[in-house]
């Protein structure tokens, strides 16, 4: 069964920094996209970023860009995602995604449990 | 952006069928995703390509596409169905993953 372990929630003010983690495991890590979404209390589900395979393409929602940076480690199946100057409309429970591109598609076949970022002063 | 609309809300009762539409422009040409979330619970695929079931998804969900509307249909309604549902396509001209806002399936 797949398994997406995300850390690094918690609580931090506004303009401050966080890194969130997600740990991939009983999946071959190397051979998805991999994505970001978020959903604030009480609101829907919000894309934030996702990256290619070997982290050739890399994309972002307007929301975050320049703000938020994903990256990931293939050797060690690890997501990552650094969110500065964060803001108090970031907060929200973020999830890891695995991701399935297909004929000009893409969706996200599983999700982690989510961490639960709290932006506030 | 490419933006997809939902009904906030769509009561059934128990043996129905739900009907969820989600509506964007020229959906018909493009393909679409669908997710169940269940209160406290991560998003889990329930439809994929419009219309395929990933394993272990009931038969009772389908989807299906006409016009400017994709369409969730969940037949023979159960309790366990209450939950908030998500379209989603793949905008290719922006890159993004786009979410429909949901819609809240009660079961009466």
């Known amino acids: 069964e797949v398994q997406l372990v995300e850390s690094g929630g918690g609580l931090v003010t506004p303009g401050g920094s966080l890194r969130l983690s997600c740990a991939a495991s009983?999946?071959?890590?190397?051979?998805?996209?991999m994505s970001w979404v978020r959903q604030a209390p009480g609101k829907g589900l919000e894309w934030v970023s996702s990256?290619?395979?070997?982290?050739?393409?890399?994309y972002y929602a307007d929301s975050v860009k320049g703000r938020f940076t994903i990256s990931r480690d293939n050797a060690k199946n690890s997501l990552s995602l650094l969110m500065n100057s964060l803001r108090t409309n970031d907060t929200a429970i973020y999830y890891c995604?695995?991701?399935?591109?297909?004929?000009?598609?893409?969706?996200?076949?599983?999700w982690g449990q989510g961490t639960l970022v709290t932006v506030s002063s | 952006s490419y933006v997809l609309t939902q009904p906030p809300s769509v009561s059934v009762a128990p043996g129905k069928t739900a009907r969820i539409a989600c509506g964007g422009n020229?959906?018909?040409?493009?393909?679409v995703h669908w997710y169940q979330q269940k209160p406290g619970q991560a998003p889990v695929l329930v439809i994929y390509?419009?219309?395929d079931r990933p394993s272990g998804i009931p038969e009772r969900f389908s989807g299906s596409k006409s016009g400017d509307t994709a369409t969730l249909a969940i037949s023979r309604v159960e309790a366990g169905d209450e939950a908030d549902y998500y379209c989603?396509?793949?905008?290719?001209?922006?890159?993004?993953?786009?979410f429909g806002p949901g819609t809240k399936v009660t079961v009466l």
């Open positions: 390509f419009d219309g």
């Open positions: 020229n959906i018909g040409s493009e393909t």
């Open positions: 990256i290619s395979i070997v982290g050739s393409f890399i």
């Open positions: 009983e999946f071959t890590f190397s051979s998805y996209t």
């Open positions: 989603q396509l793949w905008d290719s001209n922006s890159d993004h993953y786009v």
């Open positions: 995604a695995r991701g399935y591109c297909r004929g000009g598609t893409c969706l996200t076949d599983y």
